[in-house]
């Protein structure tokens, strides 16, 4: 194997890397946002006795979870603008599939963090004289937030992770920036070997916090 | 909303969903078969004592987590063939890609439950004078297999899900088709939305029983 590794063509559009990577973190942390907020909303459905909101926030949370990202991805972008009669950006469409998916794995979360607590908790506190709303601030709230750290970093993750598929749509992210550099400088191998390291950077480090945090958590208690 | 729903196009085509249903079915099940099995080779190589062996698996394990799945297709279809030597098909590199993401995350299953399994039964069979590769193979092994099933079945699933990124590559498996079936008649909104429907009925069941086996352990323990 002989190969001539040339990085010069990759140095010179350097610039364009970062702009996709810059991409790449602003559509995750606002897709991760947004999903808190669906997730918060879908998980209190969930969580309801009313079966006419428990039942379609379930079948919400089933629906993204045996779906691919890529059939909301390219649904977003290409049919939902025919529902709603207005056209979305690639970036509108890709955070709307990025948010409402995460938005379900979040919900599960948020649900599964309150569930977890056991019933004595919430016995006791009745005991104490407390309200529906008064225990939940005091006692399982503040409980079960320990418990979702883990699981909802791990969700970031792995969104983080999905929005490599927004290059689909052709959003500047750093997947696509990078098939832009290919096509000028017509070296894949150092351009997708130097994307699959720029996204392990980021990526590692974000696990790493991740089992740092997790492991902090599993001290306390 | 005016829109006038027709699924005329996605009927009169169905058998061309159908013959992308078959490949997403079979590019899953030998993905799945070998990352099982390369996977295994790792986890074993996991809980080695050779510093080296475990060393190589942590890195593959932690590259193959640690990059978003599409980057390492696209790497496997356009950088690959450069040190290879030779033009991969777009189908030799789906499966390459998603038979080693795939094993990663299956190693990494092997792992855990090699390593819950209690001390005692390793000394057990050494005591009964079982090599490491008898004790592995006649006493941990069968009994971790079982304690896994629910992960195995979770990451069927999550494979299941990615290999419509194969569709980027130009696999003709159903997202594939679904995209060309949308751009040619212009209904995205109808042949997208079977899409994810048939992704639906493909993966459902699956989860179903995952879920179901989950418990079914858990209460059994």
Same mark, same amino acid.
């Given at each position: ?221 | ?35 099982? +099995?390369?996977? %295994? *080779?790792?986890?074993? @190589?996991?809980?080695? !004592? /050779?510093?080296? =062996? ?70 057990? +069979?050494?005591? %009964? *004078?079982?090599?490491? @590769?008898?004790?592995? !193979? /006649?006493?941990? =092994? ?80």
């Amino acid at each position: 194997m002989s190969y001539q590794w040339d990085f010069s063509g990759i140095l010179r559009y350097g610039d364009m890397l970062l702009i996709g990577l810059f991409g790449t973190v602003k559509i995750a942390v606002i897709s991760i946002v947004l999903g808190v907020v669906v997730g918060l909303l879908v998980a209190l459905l969930r969580l309801s006795s009313n079966p006419w909101a428990r039942k379609p926030a379930g079948a919400f949370i089933e629906f993204y979870r045996n779906t691919p990202p890529i059939v909301h991805f390219f649904w977003f972008f290409y049919a939902l603008p025919i529902l709603i009669c207005v056209n979305l950006d690639p970036f509108a469409a890709a955070v709307l599939a990025l948010s409402t998916q995460s938005g379900a794995f979040y919900a599960e979360v948020f649900r599964g963090g309150i569930v977890s607590i056991e019933r004595g908790q919430w016995e006791g506190a009745k005991a104490l004289g407390m309200n529906y709303q008064m225990m939940m601030r005091r006692i399982i709230v503040p409980q079960a937030l320990r418990r979702m750290v883990a699981p909802f970093v791990e969700r970031s993750f792995e969104l983080t992770k999905t929005t490599a598929l927004a290059s689909t749509l052709a959003y500047a992210e750093l997947l696509y920036q990078a098939m832009q550099v290919n096509s000028i400088t017509f070296r894949p191998m150092e351009v997708y070997t130097s994307v699959a390291v720029l996204f392990f950077v980021l990526l590692f480090t974000l696990s790493t916090l991740m089992r740092l945090v997790e492991h902090r958590l599993s001290r306390v208690g | 909303m005016e829109y006038t729903w027709d699924f005329g196009v996605v009927l009169a085509n169905f058998p061309v969903l159908l013959r992308g249903v078959l490949l997403t079915l079979e590019l899953w099940a030998i993905a799945l078969a070998l990352g099982l +099995a390369l996977g %295994l *080779g790792l986890g074993l @190589a996991r809980v080695s !004592r /050779r510093a080296w =062996l475990n060393g190589t698996a942590i890195a593959y394990v932690e590259i193959f987590r640690n990059t978003p799945v599409l980057v390492q297709l696209i790497w496997f279809f356009f950088a690959f063939p450069i040190i290879l030597g030779h033009q991969l098909t777009p189908f030799a590199a789906a499966v390459l890609g998603l038979t080693l993401n795939t094993s990663a995350y299956c190693a990494e299953i092997f792992r855990g439950g090699i390593q819950s399994i209690a001390r005692g039964q390793w000394e057990g +069979a050494r005591a %009964l *004078g079982m090599t490491y @590769a008898m004790a592995m !193979r /006649r006493i941990v =092994l069968p009994q971790v297999l079982k304690r896994m099933l629910p992960a195995f079945t979770n990451r069927g699933i999550e494979l299941a899900k990615v290999t419509s990124l194969a569709s980027v590559l130009a696999v003709h498996e159903v997202m594939y088709q679904g995209r060309l079936l949308s751009s040619t008649f212009y209904r995205p909104l109808e042949v997208l939305s079977v899409v994810a429907f048939i992704y639906f009925l493909l993966i459902y069941p699956g989860s179903y029983l995952s879920a179901r086996l989950e418990r079914r352990l858990a209460t059994r323990d």
